[in-house]
């Protein structure tokens, strides 16, 4: 019964969603689709972060593939948006593929460090590159449809948490669990953990190179140091731990959390904005280390008590 209250509340809201175009301000559905695609994002970076337990930098230059994908397509190529979808995924693919087999052999900070300096070589690498305009850049054909991109973004947001949800329930998301809570156990049980972890990053750079193609198409400029941007990565990983790593709804939360919190404060303190988001943040890893979704699972129980024994468990 009570699953059938929670499928019927998400359909709604997304029904409430879906009707901001035609209710909603140009401001609000522009903030609308920047709030849709970095919660796809973040849905993206909880599959190898929060189900596999690796934690990437690297998700940037599949979002930035995702949008040189579109980018070269359309402008280079004169081929229409979705063939630069499609051609954006298949890059992040097999770059997460080819890529993926060595780097994540490493674990910890060696991983993060290494997926880390990802974005800065990506960088370095398009800037020199004729086809994708090297330090200059690409502009894309404009498409004023703000309607037709936020629905984009909402669409794929969905798709994005359905396979998220199948992937919480299936053998695959089981084993990429094991591979978070010990991955040598796991490999013990018979978890083919490269295959697993390769397969994770790669599903991983689909969806944020399908966020990188949409955005790119909407903005219709790219140029290396924002397609490849470190700290577009820090936001989903921000977002994804805020709302709930490891959950299916958790990183969805996070992201128009935080993203609301965000432009709230830009709005009225400018000055001051970045300081006050950080102390949000640092406080919610602090009350919340597991995020909203977690919160929200303990609040009928525990209350307020719950904040107090994240508290003495971080000694403050």
């Not at 674990?107 to 370095?124: C, D, E, K, N, P």
């Not at 909402?154 to 010990?182: C, K, M, P, Y």
């Not at 000055?271 to 909203?292: D, T």
């Amino acid at each position: 019964m009570k699953a059938a209250w929670r499928i019927a509340a998400i359909a709604v809201l997304v029904l409430v969603l879906a009707g901001v175009p035609w209710y909603g301000s140009d401001v609000l559905i522009q903030f609308g689709i920047n709030t849709l695609l970095l919660a796809v994002l973040a849905q993206g970076w909880n599959i190898i972060g929060g189900y596999a337990g690796y934690a990437s930098f690297g998700n940037s230059v599949f979002y930035g593939l995702g949008s040189y994908g579109v980018a070269i397509a359309m402008v280079q190529w004169n081929l229409p948006f979705g063939v630069g979808l499609v051609f954006g995924v298949v890059l992040a693919v097999v770059f997460a593929v080819v890529l993926g087999l060595p780097v994540l052999r490493l674990r910890g900070h060696y991983f993060a460090i290494a997926t880390l300096a990802l974005s800065q070589v990506m960088t370095a690498i398009v800037s020199n590159l004729e086809i994708a305009g090297r330090n200059i850049g690409l502009v894309l054909p404009p498409l004023n449809n703000d309607r037709l991109f936020y629905e984009l973004s909402l669409g794929l947001l969905v798709i994005t948490t359905a396979s998220i949800l199948w992937l919480s329930r299936s053998r695959f998301g089981f084993g990429l669990i094991a591979i978070r809570e010990n991955e040598e156990a796991a490999a013990v049980m018979g978890v083919n953990t490269t295959l697993y972890k390769v397969l994770a990053f790669a599903l991983s750079g689909v969806f944020s190179a399908l966020a990188g193609g949409i955005h790119a198409y909407w903005i219709t400029f790219l140029d290396p140091d924002s397609a490849f941007d470190i700290s577009l990565n820090v936001k989903m990983i921000i977002m994804a731990v805020f709302g709930g790593p490891g959950t299916v709804l958790g990183p969805v939360v996070g992201a128009f959390s935080l993203s609301a919190v965000s432009e709230v404060l830009s709005s009225t303190i400018t000055s001051f904005a970045g300081l006050f988001f950080g102390a949000v943040v640092v406080a919610a890893v602090v009350l919340m280390p597991r995020g909203l979704a977690d919160w929200l699972r303990h609040v009928r129980r525990s209350g307020w008590r719950y904040f107090i024994d994240n508290l003495r468990a971080h000694r403050l």
